[in-house]
């Protein structure tokens, strides 16, 4: 019996010796990890929360409202859906000046100065508004604005919409399937 008891005892010190350990061993890798993030400084600390994607990457920098439309009607994540054959053609009114952009089918993103021929939608957007559009960082800020100065138009800064052509016709083309077109008049309809 003696002998029993003594087994017992000394499973019972190795299970109460290896929690001792554990945390000697968690210890460690806390104080190791610690250092690499001093050594890495403070951004490296910070936990980033999850963007959702196509909304959280920069726009770079335009001087223009034309090529920054241009430019997120290129970008693979902002035009996420838009295929070859997909078409269409936004006439806008921005800064003074009227122009379009405008696809065909299995070609290329094109922009032009002057009146479109056969618009899908006519888009005015006021000075203030295009200031504020090109300042605009990431695609969910532009996004933001822009259904802003729809929805509450003030007296310096709105963005009017007129659909030339019915809403349904258009997003079976596209337009409720790709983000920036789905902006530009889904998202408002």
Do not use: C
């Given at each position: 019996?003696?002998?029993?008891?003594?087994?017992?005892?000394?499973d019972?010190?190795?299970?109460?010796?290896?929690?001792?350990?554990?945390?000697?061993?968690?210890?460690?890798?806390?104080?190791?990890?610690?250092?690499?993030?001093?050594?890495?400084?403070?951004?490296?600390?910070?936990?980033?929360?999850?963007?959702?994607?196509?909304?959280?990457?920069?726009?770079?920098?335009?001087?223009?409202?034309?090529?920054?439309?241009?430019?997120?009607?290129?970008?693979?994540?902002?035009?996420?859906?838009?295929?070859?054959?997909?078409?269409?053609?936004?006439?806008?009114?921005?800064?003074?000046?009227?122009?379009?952009?405008?696809?065909?089918?299995?070609?290329?993103?094109?922009?032009k100065?002057?009146?479109?021929?056969?618009?899908?939608?006519?888009?005015?957007?006021?000075n203030?508004?295009?200031?504020?559009?090109?300042?605009a960082?990431?695609?969910?800020?532009?996004?933001?604005?822009?259904?802003?100065?729809?929805?509450?138009?003030?007296?310096g800064?709105?963005?009017?919409?007129?659909?030339?052509?019915?809403?349904?016709?258009?997003?079976r083309?596209?337009?409720?399937?790709?983000?920036?077109?789905?902006l530009?008049?889904?998202?408002?309809?």
């Amino acid at each position: 019996m003696s002998r029993f008891f003594r087994r017992k005892k000394k499973d019972e010190e190795k299970a109460e010796s290896k929690p001792d350990e554990e945390a000697a061993a968690v210890t460690e890798e806390a104080v190791a990890t610690e250092t690499e993030a001093l050594e890495e400084g403070p951004a490296a600390t910070e936990v980033a929360e999850p963007v959702p994607e196509g909304r959280g990457d920069t726009i770079p920098y335009h001087d223009s409202i034309q090529d920054r439309l241009v430019y997120m009607l290129n970008d693979p994540k902002m035009a996420n859906g838009l295929e070859g054959t997909h078409e269409f053609e936004l006439e806008f009114m921005a800064m003074g000046e009227r122009f379009w952009i405008g696809k065909v089918p299995l070609g290329e993103i094109e922009t032009k100065i002057g009146k479109a021929a056969d618009e899908d939608a006519h888009i005015r957007i006021s000075n203030d508004a295009v200031s504020e559009l090109l300042n605009a960082a990431t695609f969910a800020k532009f996004s933001e604005l822009y259904l802003q100065f729809y929805k509450t138009s003030d007296a310096g800064k709105f963005i009017k919409i007129e659909a030339r052509k019915p809403i349904s016709d258009m997003n079976r083309r596209g337009y409720a399937r790709v983000p920036v077109l789905k902006l530009l008049i889904g998202a408002a309809r």
